[in-house]
């Protein structure tokens, strides 16, 4: 694979599409089932918040391996880490969907991961769990772990 290439996760049947980078926003089709892919999702920059309603959409169907922030407004741990988040949804553009989900407001979610203790910070591919990490983490550690699933 070239440096600028991207990887797309079909969002219909899950097949890893090489996407190259200056062909991002162009009409594309998935290899295998044919289903639209809309690439422009590889120019994500910042965490996607994510609700009991649409996370199917969101994370069952991202095109990218997500990691998903489990977090409460009142969690004083949590917004350290929002810079972290924010940090790394630029960083990682193109390889990695951050997304965000408040707990309490999303209680099916948080449910069927379940959620004991926040920050609970969980890898996702196609909504399956890869791997959790629990507490504030420092930035490079979150980094090394998701490294292994890109
Ligand atoms: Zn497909």
């Known amino acids: 694979m070239k440096k600028n290439d991207y990887l797309f996760r079909c969002p219909e049947c899950g097949t890893r599409n090489k996407v190259p980078g200056d062909k991002i926003g162009v009409h594309a089709t998935c290899g295998k089932c044919k289903a639209v892919m809309n690439t422009i999702e590889l120019l ?24 998903l922030d489990c977090w409460a407004p009142w969690c004083g741990p949590c917004k350290m880490m929002g810079p972290v988040f924010d940090e790394l ?48 983490l420092p930035k490079q550690q979150i980094m090394a772990k998701m490294a292994s699933y890109l």
């Open 44 to 67: 994500e920059d910042k965490p996607v918040t994510v609700t009991d309603a649409d996370f199917h959409v969101t994370v069952e169907k991202s095109p990218l391996p997500v990691l």
């Open 89 to 136: 949804a630029r960083e990682w553009k193109g390889k990695v969907r951050v997304c965000k989900i408040n707990v309490d407001e999303n209680p099916i979610i948080s449910g069927r991961f379940q959620v004991q203790s926040i920050p609970t910070i969980l890898i996702l591919d196609r909504g399956i769990q890869k791997d959790l990490m629990i507490g504030a």
